[in-house]
């Protein structure tokens, strides 16, 4: 790619986020230098002092065997990082949002699925669901489609172009999802590839291959008829988002993973994330391409119910799909590799031990300002699942009004249950909620972090921060307009110590579905809801000196839309445009 093409930042860009897509520099330079002074009014009183665990981790990033720690260095927003990047988006170039299989049979979905008719904000929080049902094959597509599938169809000139039931980090869809499955009703044992496009599973292998993948994973994906994975596919985020795109490998996989549970627990299907595998073993499965595309999360569905899988077979021979590339040409980021390298779980022992090595961090989090019990709203209340899955979408822009403190308690409290993941001990969770509340009836404008010990909010900050909540998130005034924006945090540190390398996708990861949880949650309760990205060490700063200990792992702006947008829908997709 030619440094120094033309930015072609258009109608065409869905997310207007300027983390990777030039603007003229003179603009750029006015907007940076009145934030520097909006800044100055509210927290950067002085030099970066409150870090002393970020400058280890800054000090362990210089060391060369903490790759890990390298990738979150070098890939932090910063004015200056910005204000330096060179990227442009190459439009003639853009990869493909679909993968293509060349040569395999397929079968298609019966677009007469059930829906997930239970209460959405019953379905968020909830995720001990006792399990009744044992999915087949339209239970599959229903969870299908309304974790990955297409929920609207748009025109650029002649091209269509898709939205999905999740959101993602430039509408540029980088998750792919598998099905590795004993047999069930309509469906033989086998591993295949979900097309949404077509709504289609295109048939990678024929056979029972679970206990295969249980003895290198997880017990559950033996005892479940179905387990999806979920991989990212790096150059159609690395198009736009360069070597940051990794982080969105996770957040893009967490959102739908979020989808994904609500739409289990709604049909009384049990689920399990498992983030402990060996990452070799899943790539061969898979047939993925090494250094295209990698693993990151499976889902255990229906554990118990279905028939034990059959004993391990012999090895598994390796499968070179043919399939059809993704653009003209790609640019290859080797520092993503490289913290994906660092972060693999070579053995079944490795596995094993990752996934009993979180400890439960000691809580340092007492306060003495004002707190605010949450009073959420009633969760039967809330429209279908169904509903609230097709109305999301990214709100473009907000309308500078309040939403109720009723409102925001229900979104706190739905979006902070625990995610059933593999590595975590019941009731633990590596992320924090912090926000910034502009315009919440009932509570003052500030900031503040959400303790879920008392279910309150503790006041950190008083005052109006519009300026800076926008300004946290790359000066979007999308997060200056909405009512409050969320900053979900991690404690590296004790998760690295912990979890070690494969701890930071997992931060990543969990953040990524509390994440699609508040978007859930916000469409559950009649606001909107958009994610964001952020200046690290500034997101850090802000917060400090509570937050002093943690990094940013994703931001969400909730706030009430200032226009109507059309649902989406199950779309008669033909494959075709
Ligand atoms: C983790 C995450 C980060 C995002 N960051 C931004 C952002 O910085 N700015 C923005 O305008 N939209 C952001 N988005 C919204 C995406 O652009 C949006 O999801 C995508 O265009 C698909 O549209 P939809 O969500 O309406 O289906 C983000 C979404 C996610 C999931």
Redesign the pocket.
Known sequence: MAPGGPPRLSRRE????PSSARTKPRERDRATCSTVVVCNNYSFTGSLNYLPKEEQLANMARDDSNPILAYHETTKHSEISLRTSGHYLDWDNKPSAFKQYKNRPSTALSRQFPHPKEASLKTIKDNRSKPTKNPDLDTMAELLFFSAGLTRKMRFGSQPYY??AA?????LYPIEVYIINGDIPQLNAGVYHYNPLDFSLVHLREGDYRSQLSAKSHEAVSSSPVTFALTSLAWRNAWKYEARSYRHWF??GG?IAANLLATCISEKIWVKLIMGFVDSEVNNLLGLEKHQEAPICMAAIGTGLGTNARSVRPEIPALHPDVEPLSRDQTDYPIMWEANKASELPSADSVKAWQQGYKPRISKLSHSNATFQLRPLKPEDSPSLEQTILRR??TRRFAQQAITFESLSTIVDAATTCVPLDFLPEGETLTDFYLIANDVQGLPSGSYFFNPGTKSLEQLKTGRLRHMSGYL??D?P?FSDASVVFFLMADLPHTLACLGPRGYCAAQFEA?VH?GKIYLSSYSVGVGA????FYDDAVTEFFSPHAKDKSPM?AVGVGVPSYKARPGRILPQLGQA
Do not use: K, Y
Request: charged share 20%.
């Open positions: 869905p997310e207007r986020d939205m999905r959101p993602a980090t430039g509408a957040w893009d959102v979408g990214s998130c790359l979007q999308l990524g994440a958009s994610g964001s990205t994703i």
